[in-house]
């Protein structure tokens, strides 16, 4: 969605009437600034005049004037300056708490299409150059602007009918910034996409920083990176030229002006109108009137930088949200599943991944899913907890659509132990006690030894309180399946999805994890997808999965039987390749 200027800055400005005693104070700080700059010419006018005419009082009167003039100006740029800050950075914070939040409640397939680096992006760069539009540019706008203001009012109100002259340049001006405006916006729009791609690369390359060494791939990884800079540095260039282009036309069009102003002052017919004081205050305010209209005219390169970014922002804030119909908040659920031909696509052009799939799992059995990649295994899984939606089809837990369970109750009845384990860089018993603040160290400590996580923790120096580092760089493959296997006992969840949970494990650590998983499954209904049919024996059942199709289903003794069965095929090849 495409939105105006207009549009995308009035939004942009809502987000300051939360702080609006602090704006307010803000105005009348450039107002006095505005008041007292423009009072520089009135003091030309009395100090030319007074010259001509001296007296003692207005020898006293005119040094109080400047040092008042000066010091209410001081007042004023203080109040303006620290009161717009104080919006601009509540403003910017707001902003992003909302972009960041926003973002956790989005469905599953918005993060499928973006990259974490361009979301990251959006988070951090987009917003700053928000809080340029926010905050510079309401500051320049405001102090300059009333003071633009002042000067124009106090021109009128020495001789009209000059300054009507002068203010003939205006639309010539309007048109130069009119311009520069559009190509501001287009340019800061591809800086923007340029730094999400910049942050991307980035991000890839130091997370994958191991795959990159030993294929050798640093070369190619700085070409990547070379390139996304590249194309940042090409469009900030260009940004660059158009600001310092249009910058110096404005100024030649006020100087021309001005030249013309001075020009015509200095015709005898006026001269007979003004005193000596009135002309030199005319043309002192007249002159004072450049350094605003340039620093007005610099704003609007951070203004169309703001609005592009924001745009990007908005669009982001306007995408919705995961949709949550449901008002049901069980206590506890028992843990019955059942699938009526569920059916999935991940897009309407994409191929069903799910072809009419239909279950029913008892509460506290235990169901195994086996087969070759890319059969949906996963897939199935992942719609229990509404990570996607069916496109065809129904579930129901405990004999209610998922659809009427309020969204956190319904995942608050699930954990997930997936093969790609993600830990957070805090203590080992925070990752445990995900979620929940103030955790028992009993219970956490009970989790782990539950999942045979206790012994190696106990060795870590500082124990429970050891930091795991950057996604648990600090433990081995196996450790971190075991961390979240304690979590998900930890959670206490009637339903348990274990995801390839010991596909990293050593035999031995597999060894633990399954007299574990044996507890841990008990009383509740657990979907176990396995590469290694070793670890699914003791399933209560075992589904095999065929492009997106059940295929066979029967307990690891019933399936080996069948001559030619999908699963003893496996089972074979697996053994043998053992």
Known sequence: MEYSGWTLYKRL?????????????????????????????????????????PDAAFRLFLP????????????????????????????????????????????????????????????????????????????????????????LGYLLWTNWMLTLLFMAVTPLIGGVVSYASKRFRRISKRIQRSMGDVTHVASEALTGYRVVRTH??????????HDASEVNRRQSLKEALTKATSTPVIQMLVALSLALLVWLAMSPALMDNMTPGEFVAFITAASLMA?????????????????????????????????????????????????????????????????????????????AIVGRSGSGKSTLVSLLPRFYRPTGGRILIDGTPIEEYQLTALRQQIALVSQQVTLFNAT????????????????????????????FIERMPGGYQALV????????????????????????APILILDEATSALDTESERHIQAALEEVCKDRTTL??????STIERADRILVMEQGEIIEQGSHAELLERDGGAYAALHQLQFQEA
């Not at 005219?297 to 703001?306: D, L, R």
């Not at 908040?329 to 696509?345: D, T």
């Not at 080992?428 to 012994?455: C, F, L, Q, S, T």
């Open 13 to 53: 400005l809502g987000y300051v009437k939360p702080f609006w005693k602090s704006f307010l104070v803000a105005v009348v700080g450039y107002a006095i600034y505005a008041a007292s700059s423009t009072a520089l010419a009135e003091m030309m006018k009395r100090l030319i005049d007074g010259i001509q005419n």
């Open 64 to 151: 109080l004037f400047v040092v008042g003039m000066f010091g209410a100006r001081g007042v004023g740029t203080f109040l303006g300056t620290y009161f717009m800050s104080n919006v601009a950075r509540n403003m910017v914070h707001a902003l992003r708490c909302d972009v960041f939040n926003h973002m956790l409640r989005l469905p599953g397939r918005f993060f499928d299409n973006h990259s974490s680096g361009h979301l990251i992006s959006r988070v951090t760069y987009h917003v700053e150059q928000v809080t340029g539009a926010g905050t510079k540019a309401i500051t320049v706008i405001l102090q300059e602007g009333l003071f633009v203001l002042g000067l």
């Open 216 to 225: 050798g791939a640093e070369k190619y990884e700085m070409g990547r990176f």
């Open 291 to 367: 350094k605003p209209i340039r620093s007005l005219s610099e704003i609007n390169g951070t203004i169309q930088k703001g609005i592009a970014a924001s745009s990007e922002l908005f669009g982001l804030l306007d995408e919705p949200e995961e949709r949550d119909t449901g008002t049901l908040m069980p206590e506890r659920l028992q843990g019955r599943i059942q699938l009526e031909q569920v059916r999935f696509a991940y897009g309407d052009d994409q191929p069903e991944v799910l072809k009419g799939i239909d279950l029913d799992v008892r509460k506290g059995e235990m169901v």
């Open 428 to 455: 080992i018993a925070e990752n445990i006690a995900y979620g929940v603040p103030d955790a028992d160290p009993a219970d956490i400590e009970a989790a782990a030894r539950a999942a045979h996580a206790h012994e």
């Open 469 to 492: 580092g950057d996604n648990g760089v600090m433990l081995s493959g196996g450790q971190r399946q075991r961390m979240a296997i304690a979590r998900a006992i930890f959670k206490d």
């Open 528 to 533: 176990v997808i396995a590469h290694r049919l």
